[in-house]
């Protein structure tokens, strides 16, 4: 069973910068997608990049159109780790978000992710 927890969300203003690490324990982690997701007051949850559980040809991310020129993600398997890279933050990257888990491939739908983390605040403003 993998766990995951998340921090580094906070206040920031537009045009600035982020960086959100989500943390595993419990389960063999490099066999593991790990998605970030974000879900905006009265919108429903939302796919925003994920990267691939490791295999011999590497580990590979994917991202939403929204965020694809300003988010960068990235992978530790030694120190369990999925951080999320965001810079030209917009009021609209307001949310809380989440990562979430499953075995080698990412999807976007989060319907596809059987584990979660409780998510962090972030918010985009002036």
């Known amino acids: 069973q993998l766990q995951l927890v998340e921090s580094g969300g906070g206040l920031v203003q537009p045009g600035g910068s982020l960086r959100l690490s989500c943390g595993a324990s419990g389960a063999t982690f490099a066999r593991y997608a790990v998605g970030w997701f974000r879900q905006a007051p009265g919108k429903e949850r939302e796919f925003v990049a994920g990267?691939?559980?490791?295999?011999?040809?590497?580990?590979?991310?994917t991202f939403a159109d929204s965020v694809k020129d300003r988010f960068k993600i990235s992978r530790s398997n030694a120190q369990n780790t999925v951080d999320l890279e965001m810079t030209a933050l917009k009021p609209e990257d307001t949310a809380i978000y989440y990562c979430?888990?499953?075995?080698?491939?990412?999807?976007?739908?989060?319907?596809?992710?059987?584990?979660w983390g409780q998510g962090t605040q972030v918010t985009v403003s002036s």
């Open positions: 990267i691939s559980g490791s295999s011999w040809s590497g580990s590979w991310p």
């Open positions: 979430a888990g499953r075995l080698y491939d990412i999807l976007t739908m989060s319907s596809e992710y059987p584990y």
